[in-house]
């Protein structure tokens, strides 16, 4: 009977051990998941943007408003979610979005350009993970500035919908007018796409704005009021 009892006494012994082990692993991967994928992505992401900009200083693309396709559309700056700046390029695969930048969208619904006349600029990046760029959206407020930078102007929208979770296959969101906003005519919009609840991808956070001006950028590229503190 004792040896039957110390026998059982070791096999719990050592599922005791195997659930720990499993534990610290799982810990493990979260660890990484939500912290290490962001360290990484964010020294990637920083590198890039300061190529984008010695680019812009040095004169190499080509020509007044020209953009690099390849390293980088210009810097989004949202201030209700920090004060970084973020890198944005072309696509929302992730390739793309696990570089730590926010990307624009080219399907299903094609983005239209911050310097088009009339269009929605449509972007999306990580709430967790990766950079995390957008991990404070649920932060933006109507009337909350949204800034994009390119190379020779500032743009300055104004949040002006939110919409806390909609279906992943919502693609209404992402046209050139976004009538669930509640617009009902062609303007100058920016969208903020994201992933949410947190720690999910089970659903779509989305921001609407509105452009309310644009400024050139001055050789100091002295930010709009909007971004000084």
Known sequence: ??????RIAGIISVFGELLITAGLILGLF????????????????????????????????????????????????VPAMGDGEVLVKKGTDS???????????VD?????MPADKQGNFTLAAHRDGHGAKF????????????????RDTWYVYKVYKTLPET?????DVLQAVPKESGKTKPGRYITLTTCTPMY??????????ELVRTEKVD????PPAELRH
């Not at 009977?1 to 110390?6: H, I, L």
């Open 135 to 150: 991990h404070n959206i649920h932060k933006l407020k109507t009337g909350d500035p949204i800034v994009f930078e390119s």
């Open 200 to 209: 999910t991808s089970d659903f779509r956070y989305i921001v609407w704005g």
């Open 108 to 112: 299903p619904v094609k983005a239209a």
């Open 30 to 77: 979260v660890v990484y998941s939500l912290w290490w994928t962001n360290v990484i992505a964010d020294r990637a992401a920083h590198k890039e943007g300061d190529k984008v900009r010695d680019q812009w200083a040095a004169g190499t693309t080509a020509g007044p408003g020209a953009i690099d396709i390849k390293g980088g559309l210009g810097f989004l700056h």
């Open 167 to 171: 279906t992943k296959y919502n693609v």
């Open 1 to 6: 009977m004792a040896r039957a009892r110390n």
């Open 219 to 222: 050789a100091k590229r002295t």
């Open 95 to 105: 390739e793309v979005l696990n570089g730590g930048v926010a990307g624009y969208y």
